[in-house]
């Protein structure tokens, strides 16, 4: 596909069209979102099928994320838009979602197509991600039917302790010591919700939410609560991680299928476009 435009309203011929994507994916079998040459990627399955058959007819153009997963990571809430020059009406989006989906692979499905409002952008728009982490710390807990989607924990966790724990790093931190530094690309994020609950059967599900991610910085976060919560560390231990800004070797990074994008939160539409042009700000600031 071709490089992704800006939407140019609804009337005329040949006018571009942003429809918004609303879909879900079992990781596993995916070497992550993005597209990479001989490799099975969400984006590299889903362009196929809207190359062949786009909204309206048109010519559809990039797919642009909302978060882009690692392999082996779910997504429950993931949202994607594409622009596409139509000179027709855009169509029955929901019988097109139904047709896409027949031609998906079951692992890869579509909840939603919507013409998005004005000043959407899925990846520049979002306000907030937030993910689940899940993990089964006793032998009780470990069932085969959720290996693909929890982590197998060999030591019992103190949920308290953890969550004594998390709630040092909420806020606006440089979250460097929990990054995969890029270069040019900054590492300070605004952490809103980082706590630990059990559910019904038990298994340890931390809820991890902020206005966006760096590389790695979720799972590093989890390795580094783990670490508290067996008592291979203290509590006091992450806050001095966290102020010393540098990755450190018994920070490690959990496997990523325990991981799951739950949500994607958007402001009113109203406010879409003046996210969109502030998030860009901030980006191109640290670039």
């Known amino acids: 596909m071709t490089e992704p435009a800006h939407p140019t309203g609804e009337g005329g011929l040949g006018h571009v069209v942003r429809v ?9 079998d995916f070497a992550g979102w993005a597209t990479q040459p001989d490799q099975r990627t969400v984006q590299g399955t889903l362009e196929d099928v809207v190359r062949r058959h786009p909204p309206g007819g048109g010519q559809p153009r990039h797919l642009v994320v909302a978060g882009r997963t690692d392999a082996g990571v779910h997504a429950r809430g993931q949202v994607a838009h594409v622009d596409v020059r139509i000179g027709e ?15 998906l ?9 919507a013409v998005a409002p004005d000043g959407f952008d899925a990846r520049f ?15 009780a807990l470990a069932d085969p039917l959720r290996r693909r989607d929890t982590l197998w924990h060999g030591r019992s966790l103190d949920l308290d302790a953890m969550n004594r724990a998390a709630a040092a790093l909420l806020g606006e931190h440089d979250f460097a010591a ?7 690309a900054t590492t ?3 952490l809103l919700r980082l706590d630990w609950a059990r559910d019904a059967d038990g298994v340890a599900v931390a809820t991890v939410e902020a206005d966006a991610f760096c590389h ?5 976060l989890i390795g580094a609560l783990l670490a508290v919560g067996d008592g291979r560390r203290e ?3 992450l806050p001095d991680v966290l102020v010393g800004a540098t990755r450190l070797p018994d920070v490690q990074v959990v496997a990523p299928h325990g991981l799951c994008l739950e949500q994607v939160g958007y402001p009113p539409d109203d406010e879409l476009a003046a996210r969109a042009r502030h998030t860009r700000r901030v980006r191109e600031a640290s670039s």
């Open 20 to 28: 918004r994507i609303d879909l879900s994916y079992d990781g596993t």
């Open 89 to 103: 009406p855009v169509g029955d989006l929901a019988r097109l979602a139904g047709r896409w989906n027949r031609m």
């Open 178 to 184: 929990f990054c995969r530094r890029r270069p040019n």
């Open 105 to 113: 692979p079951a692992d890869l499905r579509v909840h939603r197509l």
């Open 188 to 190: 300070v994020r605004a």
């Open 125 to 139: 728009s979002a306000a907030r991600r937030r993910y689940s982490y899940r993990v089964a710390d006793a032998v």
């Open 216 to 220: 790695s910085m979720v799972r590093s």
């Open 235 to 237: 509590v006091a231990w």
